[in-house]
């Protein structure tokens, strides 16, 4: 388009309406360049080549809204810093998609753009249509695993959470609890690892010893965590630990059913609600357990 066209069309949008296309615009440059370094990263050739393709459709984009502002814009740093080590702490589909979640949030805003500029509107539908396309190409590995990892990870937190609390009441002693419940842990991964392992291989997996690594690793972490708080507190403070292990639980619950809403697209609230009842549940059950057995039996330790 001409320059004598351009200057036609600014005195039609009011500043407002330019504050937000500036916005846009910053987005699609900071996205873009986001794409671009993750895509640099990934050793996969087809995911390379899908991050690479949204990252110059985000370019693209951003070309389209610089017609209005005439400005060219840099990448945020920070934005680009952030979203860069979350995708290699917890995996570019996750960063890919918490970074395409917040896109959806500016529906509005697209919507009231389009009063003064129509475009906005083929913008949002084009970024719809090719980058959700591009989006459904990304294939990661720890994702296939997912099944394994949750495996691991709720059945440590149902057996260990109902195994402290019953030795809470049992025992009430920080340390000795801690012991039984780092010896029991560490059996319970190997005894967890090797039953996947060979449910897999009975299936005819390839992957078996992957699957076992993937479900022993998260069984093992959070035995760990959950044992912590016994270790942290001293000898007498055991309903403390007690408390503070419940605390964990909760949070590992918040923080893995958010990465699966996010990076699979499944429902948070009713997982958490779920998985959260079960251990809570089970852990109350082996509470009222403890102090039965120190009750009835005599048992003083």
Do not use: C
């Not at 017609?67 to 920070?78: I, S």
């Not at 260990?160 to 025992?171: C, D």
């Not at 007498?236 to 419940?246: F, G």
Request: net charge negative; proline share 2%.
């Amino acid at each position: 388009m001409s320059d004598s066209s351009t200057e036609s069309a600014k005195p039609s949008i009011s500043p407002e309406a330019l504050a937000q296309i500036r916005v846009f615009q910053q987005g699609e440059v900071t996205e873009a360049e986001i794409y671009r370094r993750i895509a640099a990263r990934t050793k996969d050739a087809r995911n390379r080549d899908a991050l690479s393709r949204i990252s110059q459709e985000e370019s693209y984009h951003a070309k389209r809204w610089q017609h209005y502002t005439d400005e060219e814009m840099r990448p945020e740093k920070r934005k680009v810093l952030f979203h860069t080590a979350i995708a290699r702490i917890f995996g570019f589909t996750f960063a890919v998609k918490l970074m395409e979640n917040g896109e959806n949030n500016a529906k509005d805003a697209y919507e009231k753009l389009a009063v003064e500029v129509p475009e906005a509107m083929e913008i949002r539908a084009d970024e719809i249509e090719h980058e959700q396309a591009l989006l459904e190409m990304l294939d990661e590995e720890r994702l296939s695993y997912v099944g394994s990892m949750v495996l691991g990870m709720n059945d440590a937190m149902v057996e260990m959470t109902g195994t402290l609390a019953g030795l809470t009441l049992a025992m009430q002693n920080t340390r000795l609890i801690a012991l039984s419940g780092l010896i029991t842990g560490i059996a319970a991964t190997l005894s967890m690892a090797s039953s996947e392992y060979l449910s897999s291989k009975s299936e005819g997996r390839s992957d078996a010893l992957k699957s076992a690594s993937y479900t022993g690793v998260a069984y093992l972490i959070t035995v760990a965590l959950l044992i912590l708080p016994y270790l942290l507190f001293d000898e007498a403070h055991y309903l403390w630990a007690l408390a503070t292990m419940i605390v964990i639980v909760l949070l590992i619950l918040v923080a893995f059913n958010y990465y699966l809403s996010v990076a699979q697209g499944l429902p948070f609230k009713k997982r958490f609600g779920q998985m959260a009842g079960i251990s809570l549940g089970v852990a109350a059950l082996s509470f009222v357990i403890g102090i039965a057995v120190k009750q009835f039996l005599g048992v003083d330790i």
